[in-house]
């Protein structure tokens, strides 16, 4: 069965794809731990509506967005590790309707949810996307790159399907400097999972829900995460204008002024525990990527 995908899938995907579920599905060869717990945890059909009603909704991270994407009116737009559909559902009401809005999981649960919301959704590992190079408009990776065992192999991959002119945004990753790396930070970031399932914030309601909300991210401790070179080093070479924005979640279109907003009380503290100022450029708790393929 042909969806609206099929044009933009490479001709040796489409003689393995498997339409199940209503989802273009294809296989996923390489099944890691943080693999199946995505699948598992954003497929569950609680806890995956749970996080779609709570997380990615505020609105910093929507302003935020809007001034860095702007309209996504009669665009392509890929959204790589869209889980339930978080992204579109919180911009929906003003960045309009695209000409076609890819959604690209691990998880069919997940998939499935997003579909509701005008998600084409695709079943297949953003570590080797079965999608034609040089198509969307834009390609958008929020709070997904820490989920993937390679994080360089997923960025160069969702890289790869930008047309010149085209735009790639990343946000809500971990920035490896926001912590010194030492056993203050570790025993400090351990500590915050009791808290966090005493107080039922969302995905810590429950000990099996923190187990596998926890075993989804593969790259999300003291000493791990994004830097400003690893973006750099794989969007360069490759044609893209990096422009960079190390935040706190709390800062909406400022961003694009050099805004990043303060850290948070608790998250503060900690950092100063382990050596880092929360207040600095390095001690900013994500970063955001926003990078522009240039036209040959």
């Keep these: 069965m042909l ?19 209503n989802i273009l599905s294809f296989p996923i060869q390489n099944s890691s731990r943080s693999l199946i717990a995505n699948s ?25 967005w809007l001034a860095v994407t702007g309209s996504w009116q009669d665009k392509i737009v890929v959204d790589i ?17 695209p000409k076609l809005l890819l959604g690209v999981d691990v998880s069919r649960g997940g998939l499935a949810i997003a579909q509701e919301l005008g998600y084409v959704p695709i079943l297949a590992d953003a570590q080797k996307l079965p999608l034609k190079s040089n198509f969307a408009d834009l390609v958008v990776l929020n709070a997904a790159l820490h989920h993937c065992d390679d994080m360089a192999k997923m960025l160069a991959e969702a ?4 047309r010149p002119g085209g735009l790639l945004v990343t ?21 915050r ?48 204008e990096v422009n960079l924005y190390p935040h706190n979640l709390n800062v909406g279109a400022e961003i694009l002024r050099g805004e990043r907003g303060k850290q948070s009380w608790n998250i503060g503290l900690a950092q100063r525990l382990s050596g880092r100022d929360p207040n600095s450029i390095e001690g900013a708790l994500v970063m ?3 990078a522009r393929k240039l036209q040959k």
């Excluded at 598992?40 to 935020?64: C, I, K, S, T």
């Excluded at 890289?159 to 930008?162: M, W």
């Excluded at 946000?171 to 500590?191: K, P, R, S």
């Design 40 to 64: 598992y945890y954003f497929g569950h059909p609680v806890w995956a509506r749970n996080y779609l009603a709570m997380v990615h909704r505020d609105h910093n991270f929507q302003e935020r």
């Design 3 to 21: 969806t609206p995908a099929a044009s933009y899938v490479l001709p040796n995907y489409l003689k393995i794809a498997k339409w199940r579920d």
């Design 81 to 97: 590790g869209c889980a339930p559909g978080n992204v579109y559902a919180s911009l929906r009401d003003r960045v309009g309707v």
């Design 171 to 191: 946000d809500q990753d971990l920035q490896e400097t926001m912590w010194c790396n030492n056993w203050i930070a570790h025993t400090v970031w351990n500590l």
């Design 159 to 162: 890289a790869r399907i930008v």
């Design 288 to 290: 955001m990527c926003v």
């Design 193 to 240: 999972l009791p808290i966090y399932r005493f107080l039922k914030r969302g995905g810590h309601s429950t000990n099996e829900e923190q187990h596998w909300c926890q075993a989804t991210e593969a790259h999300h401790v003291p000493g791990d995460g994004v830097t400003e070179a690893f973006f750099r080093e794989i969007l360069k070479p490759i044609g893209f």
